[in-house]
């Protein structure tokens, strides 16, 4: 067993992800699958009786996001009393919770709770740009892990998996600030950068054809589960057979680091229909004292990063997309500008007048 543990934590070091596979009881998962779709069905429902047509709803089901390609329940806390006892077993099974101290400490403390369904809508790749991923490479926040876990198949590619880039977790930054592959390109202040640099982006090229050529994703059939470090350059591949396959995903931190944003815990009477090991991730929403040597992989991982300095490419990748950034804000004063200039005269001529 302590050279199981070793092994997957060292894979988990190099890869920053690993697939358990064939560890939970088959009945449970399908309970739990059942349970879940329940819930998704009924927050659906819901929506259509009531002609809800935002993204974001409160209902029976708790708080659900309904996009294009995705529906997701946030926080699904003792909804599916199956799905918390697979938790449990997760966070109790000699294996998987040996590999967890090893990755991230003695105790943790859960930030998310969330389903996810895919709708089954094509979710395809963008057309310009170099990214794979309708969603794109990002980061989560600094020191999140997660723990996700299969309620039904998802192979790979195209089914809208997570997709992956294995020892990413090294890399410098992240991508989705710093780098310039795909959609969406979004300047600090939130405002649409000018697309032409998507086109017209040779380091981010050069960069994004070495990762897109190392990514992989989290496949998996249901009941498989799988760690990962939030660090990993990730997003979400396609989806283009129509596949509704749903996942579950924690967002987890060790738990004597602070959160990075307010984390309400869920009420009394949720925790207290919850099984004691997610009962108490659930309950940690501050940071608690710290009883252990410090020397985690997501320590290590981060000491690794603090004592490297980035490769060419990506300081080559990092300048292209400031360059962007700074045009696409020069841009957008220069259209203000312009806009301000010209409308004392609004409506006066022909070619500004309203349609
Ligand atoms: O949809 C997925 O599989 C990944 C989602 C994700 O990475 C995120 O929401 O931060
Ligand atoms: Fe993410």
């Not at 710290?290 to 320590?299: D, K, R, V």
Request: overall charge neutral; charged content about 25%.
């Amino acid at each position: 067993m302590l050279q199981q543990i070793s092994d997957i934590s060292s894979e988990i070091e190099r890869n920053g992800f690993y697939v358990f596979k064939n560890s939970l009881e088959p009945q449970l998962v399908d309970k739990a699958r059942a349970e879940i779709q329940a819930w998704l069905d009924r927050d659906i429902r819901e929506r259509q009786d009531g002609g809800v047509e935002a993204a974001w709803f409160t209902g029976d089901a708790g708080i659900s996001i309904l996009t294009k390609p995705t529906q997701i329940l946030l926080d699904a806390y003792a909804k599916s009393p199956a799905l918390d006892l697979l938790v449990e077993q997760v966070l109790s099974d000699p294996l998987s919770s040996g590999v967890l101290k090893q990755l991230a400490g003695e105790n943790i403390k859960f930030r998310g709770y969330n389903v996810q369904r895919m709708t089954g809508e094509p979710d395809p790749r963008p057309m310009i740009g170099i990214s794979p991923n309708p969603h794109e490479w990002h980061r989560d926040s600094p020191g999140e892990f997660g723990i996700a876990l299969f309620l039904e198949d998802i192979p790979g590619p195209e089914n809208g998996a997570t997709s992956l880039v294995p020892g990413s977790h090294y890399f410098p930054y992240c991508p989705r600030w710093n780098c310039l592959f795909g959609p969406p390109f979004k300047t600090k202040e939130g405002r649409g950068g000018l697309d032409f640099f998507l086109r017209f982006n040779i380091a981010n090229r050069m960069l994004g054809r070495r990762i897109n050529g190392r990514a992989t994703g989290a496949y998996g059939k249901q009941g498989d589960f799988y760690f990962f470090i939030n660090d990993v350059w990730h997003g979400r591949e396609p989806n283009m057979n129509g596949r509704a396959g749903i996942k579950f995903m924690i967002g987890a931190f060790p738990a004597d680091e602070p959160f990075p944003d307010k984390v309400v815990p869920p009420d009394e009477e949720t925790l207290a229909k919850l099984p004691p090991l997610v009962r108490k991730a659930a309950s940690l929403a501050s940071p608690a004292p710290s009883s252990e040597t410090p020397n985690t992989i997501l320590q290590r991982v981060r000491g690794h990063r603090a004592e490297n300095a980035p490769a060419n490419i990506f300081k080559m990748a990092q300048y292209e997309r400031q360059f962007a950034e700074s045009l696409s804000r020069l841009a957008y004063k220069f259209s203000e500008g312009m806009r301000t200039l010209t409308s004392p005269f609004a409506g006066r001529f022909p070619w500004s007048a309203k349609s």
